[in-house]
Nanobody, 122 residues
Framework: QVQLVESGGGLVQFGGSLRLSCVASGSIFTINTMGWYRQAPGKERELVAVIQSGSSTGYAGSVKGRFTISRDNARNTVYLQMNSLKPEDTAVYYC????????????????WGQGTQVTVSS
């Protein structure tokens, strides 16, 4: 029904930048919260940043001041600009969205992308 597709991951040196994108498509009625999570090897998935439909944002303490989340509601797209990257930012980054579909407009469901690898070398 709804698909999230991430792009923009890759290998970058310490202190570098990357911009992740995630496009939602399918039977979308409305999208509420969108966000980015990450999972490093041997660790649990953790929240990186979220953005509400009204554009209010929240960040994990470890990325505040370095990462910026934004969204384009007309394109059902969320972005994550990552600056001053550190080796500890290395992880698979997942896009998340709370979506009400055209067939179930009264309820919101969680959808996830397939993940994109971000590797920061020291």
């Amino acid at each position: 029904q709804v698909q999230l597709v991430e792009s923009g991951g890759g290998l970058v040196q310490f202190g570098g930048s990357l911009r992740l994108s995630c496009v939602a498509s399918g039977s979308i009625f409305t999208i509420n919260t969108m966000g980015w999570y990450r999972q490093a090897p041997g660790k649990e998935r953790e929240l990186v940043a979220v953005i509400q439909s009204g554009s209010s944002t929240g960040y994990a303490g470890s990325v505040k001041g370095r990462f910026t989340i934004s969204r384009d509601n007309a394109r059902n797209t969320v972005y994550l600009q990552m600056n001053s990257l550190k080796p500890e930012d290395t992880a698979v980054y997942y896009c998340h969205a709370q979506v009400a579909t055209t067939t179930r407009r009264w309820a919101e469901y969680d959808y996830w992308g397939q993940g994109t690898q971000v590797t920061v070398s020291s």
